[in-house]
């Protein structure tokens, strides 16, 4: 009896999504959308703490008033958050641009830039979350006060100001969820590489 060899096809390596097209292509999209969602909400959340400068006048005695002025730079809180809100900008565009290129190129090459995406991702967010919370605590202290350490609310009397402060604090929650979104979308289409391969 003559024996039958079968010649079976050797795996590729590479992630494939489950619909058969390139799973890796269809990372690097939904990794562009993020990054472009991500440049949109820092930027508008920056935009909106960078004008939130107030002036009134205050009255200092019976007939007097002097003009007091509001703006972020006057908390140290807020100027590191606005930094940590334009260092994210940055980071979309630089990795969005090299998404992009990876997306035209679509090459296998581009899991190991994802490598350093996620990385810089992970490290982003916490840099952008201890900013926000920061932010938020300065900001939380302007509205309410502290009465046990006689602080009292400034909101009171600039409450654009602090309005223009609230709006940016609760945008800046959008980059985090996308940082966030984009680190799981990493680990997920390595868990898939280390499965397939």
């Known amino acids: 009896m003559a024996a039958v060899s079968v010649d079976m096809p050797t795996?590729?390596?590479?992630?494939?999504?489950?619909?058969?097209?390139?799973?890796?292509?269809?990372?690097?999209v939904a990794d562009l959308v993020l990054r472009i969602v991500l440049f949109v909400t820092a930027l508008v959340a920056m935009i909106v703490?960078?004008?939130s400068k107030q002036t009134k006048l205050v009255t200092v005695a019976p007939g007097l008033a002097i003009p007091m002025v509001a703006n972020f730079d006057q908390s140290p809180a807020f100027v590191y958050y606005t930094a940590a809100l334009a260092v994210a900008c940055l980071h979309s565009i630089i990795s969005?641009?090299?998404?992009?290129?990876?997306?035209v190129k679509r090459k296998q090459g581009s899991m190991k830039l994802m490598s350093h995406f996620v990385i810089l991702d992970a490290l982003l967010l916490s840099i952008l979350a201890s900013a926000t919370g920061a932010a938020g605590a300065v900001g939380y202290i302007g509205y309410k006060g502290n009465s046990h350490t006689r602080w009292s609310e400034v909101c009171t009397v600039f409450g654009s100001f602090c309005s223009h402060i609230a709006g940016s604090v609760a945008l800046?929650?959008?980059?985090?969820?996308?940082?966030?979104l984009l680190v799981w979308l990493s680990f997920f289409v390595f868990s898939k590489k280390v499965t397939m391969s």
């Open 172 to 180: 800046s929650l959008l980059p985090s969820i996308a940082l966030l």
């Open 49 to 51: 703490m960078v004008t």
């Open 96 to 103: 969005g641009v090299l998404s992009i290129l990876a997306l």
């Open 11 to 28: 795996p590729e390596h590479g992630y494939k999504g489950s619909t058969g097209g390139d799973g890796v292509k269809n990372h690097v």
